[in-house]
């Protein structure tokens, strides 16, 4: 995540008052980010964020497609793909972006998500031709060879042990979203396995980068000192002429069904100094009105030192050597999870029953409003600390455009963000959680 700078006394913040003197302050008004959007003939759509006052710009293409996309049996696709796309192009080496981006101060990078493969540099504001050259050049000109492929399907797998088997509750949370979920293909985790990247071919993977590496896919978002107009002109130079595809876009359509009853698992690792517990239920798509209040219970359930299930499992109880609770909201459906990793002497049950205890706690007490105001501060800060940068102002357009599907949604999320009040966190843990059945993973060691 990007370092998030202190604006407390920006929001005015009342921490010198008492908790039972401090009413909640005026909304802060928050310009709105300055969009400009259009449309190239071959589909990619264009974002730009015009600042003056920086000396760098971010450039970023966030290509719609995700781990959800990933072929049956194949899953890791838009992870290796993740990969591949630094591979080289017909005229660009495999070190070029770090060369163009690095050499001159400035950096690169890319993730994959559920829904969204991006890539991203920072650059000084006078390398930004070059940038979109690179970007337009690996769009339409990538090398997908079995050289290429051979080396990147290897780097995936490793990320996968590193990640997954070499810690001890890799193997737990990377379990989470297969019991979650019951038909969409969230089930399967992003990065993939090891057995499916083995089984892929070169032929399947040039066919996945045919289908969706391409202009009509994407959405290309430039934020920071860059004169519109020049922009605009390198961008249609370079990416004009990338030719849009006949074949249709496969979308997911499945629908994700209701879960009707509780269940109960056991997950099991090779090496698992205490027992830890999940608890899984489902959430509404990151679009869903009750998504901002989900997020501050989020916040107050689990963020930072001081959250209640922190306090309380950790401190308190001394249950737990650590816990937690998120709301994991994706385009088309999402989950609410919690966990607990036991402290010694404690079992997966009693994990179980304190997690619950304290959810409830949230969802049915008086919220005091110096806690409630403590949090939604710390959640809006985060959001605008991550403006005050062109790539993170370029990062909150580009989620508002594969989570909700309009950039300009990114204005609305702060002001949803400041409207929720206490019952409107205690409406949404009664409707999604105490309401809703749920899995329940136990996680522990398997014994030879």
């Not at 038909?183 to 993977?205: C, F, M, Q, W």
């Not at 489902?282 to 959250?307: F, I, T």
């Not at 999870?337 to 997966?348: E, V």
């Given at each position: 995540m990007p370092n998030r700078r202190e604006c407390l006394v920006a929001l005015g913040v009342l921490a010198a008052l008492p908790a039972w003197a401090a009413a909640p302050p005026a909304p802060i008004s928050v310009p709105p980010l300055p969009l400009a959007e259009r449309r190239l003939a071959n589909g990619l759509q264009v974002l730009t964020l015009p600042d003056r006052n920086t000396a760098t710009v971010s450039v970023q293409v966030w290509y719609h497609v995700g781990g959800k996309d990933d072929p049956a049996g194949r899953s890791g696709f838009a992870h290796l793909f993740e990969h591949m796309m630094f591979k080289g192009s017909r005229h660009m080496g495999a070190a070029t972006f770090d060369r163009l981006t690095e050499d001159v101060g400035g950096n690169n990078n890319a993730f994959t998500a559920e829904d969204v493969t991006a890539y991203h540099s920072t650059v000084p504001s006078n390398h930004l031709e070059r940038i979109l050259w690179a970007e337009a050049e690996r769009m339409g000109s990538l090398v997908v060879d079995q050289a290429n492929f051979d080396s990147e399907r290897a780097v995936v797998q490793e990320e996968y042990r590193q990640r997954v088997l070499a810690g001890p509750y890799g193997r737990l949370f990377n379990a989470l979203p297969a019991y979650g979920y019951i038909?969409?293909?969230?089930?399967?985790?992003?990065?993939?396995?090891?057995?499916?990247?083995?089984?892929?071919?070169?032929?399947?993977?040039r066919a996945f980068h045919a289908t969706y590496y391409r202009p009509d896919n994407a959405t290309l978002i430039v934020s920071g000192d860059f004169d519109p107009a020049q922009a605009a002109a390198w961008i249609d130079r370079y990416f004009g002429p990338l030719k849009k595809p006949d074949t249709p876009i496969p979308r997911v359509t499945v629908r994700e069904p209701r879960r009707e009853e509780n269940s109960r698992?056991?997950?099991?690792?090779?090496?698992?100094?205490?027992?830890?517990?999940?608890?899984?239920?489902?959430?509404?798509?990151?679009?869903?009105?009750?998504?901002?209040?989900?997020?501050?219970?989020?916040?107050?359930?689990?963020?930072?030192?001081?959250?209640?299930?922190?306090?309380?499992?950790?401190?308190?109880?001394?249950?737990?050597?650590?816990?937690?609770?998120?709301?994991?909201?994706?385009?088309?459906?999402?989950?609410?999870?919690?966990?607990?990793?036991?402290?010694?002497?404690?079992?997966?049950?009693?994990?179980?029953?304190?997690?619950?205890?304290?959810?409830?706690?949230?969802?049915?007490?008086?919220?005091?409003?110096?806690?409630?105001?403590?949090?939604?501060?710390?959640?809006?800060?985060?959001?605008?600390?991550?403006?005050?940068?062109?790539?993170?102002?370029?990062?909150?357009?580009?989620?508002?455009?594969?989570?909700?599907g309009d950039p300009r949604a990114a204005d609305r999320e702060l002001a949803e963000l400041q409207a929720v009040r206490a019952a409107d966190v205690q409406r949404v843990l009664k409707t999604y959680v105490l309401q809703r059945p749920r899995v329940t993973l136990d996680y522990t060691e398997k014994k030879a």
């Open positions: 038909a969409h293909p969230y089930k399967r985790p992003v990065i993939g396995s090891i057995e499916d990247l083995n089984a892929a071919t070169l032929e399947d993977v698992a056991q997950v099991f690792g090779p090496t698992v100094p205490l027992p830890a517990v999940a608890l899984i239920w489902q959430g509404p798509r990151a679009d869903s009105r009750d998504a901002a209040a989900l997020n501050v219970a989020s916040a107050l359930l689990s963020a930072g030192e001081s959250s209640r299930l922190n306090e309380a499992l950790v401190y308190r109880d001394q249950s737990a050597q650590a816990a937690g609770f998120s709301a994991d909201l994706n385009a088309d459906a999402g989950l609410l999870m919690a966990y607990a990793i036991a402290a010694g002497g404690h079992s997966t049950a009693q994990l179980e029953q304190a997690l619950l205890r304290e959810i409830e706690r949230l969802a049915q007490r008086r919220i005091a409003d110096a806690e409630l105001e403590k949090v939604r501060t710390q959640v809006l800060t985060g959001e605008l600390a991550e403006r005050q940068t062109p790539h993170g102002r370029a990062q909150s357009v580009g989620w508002a455009v594969i989570q909700r």
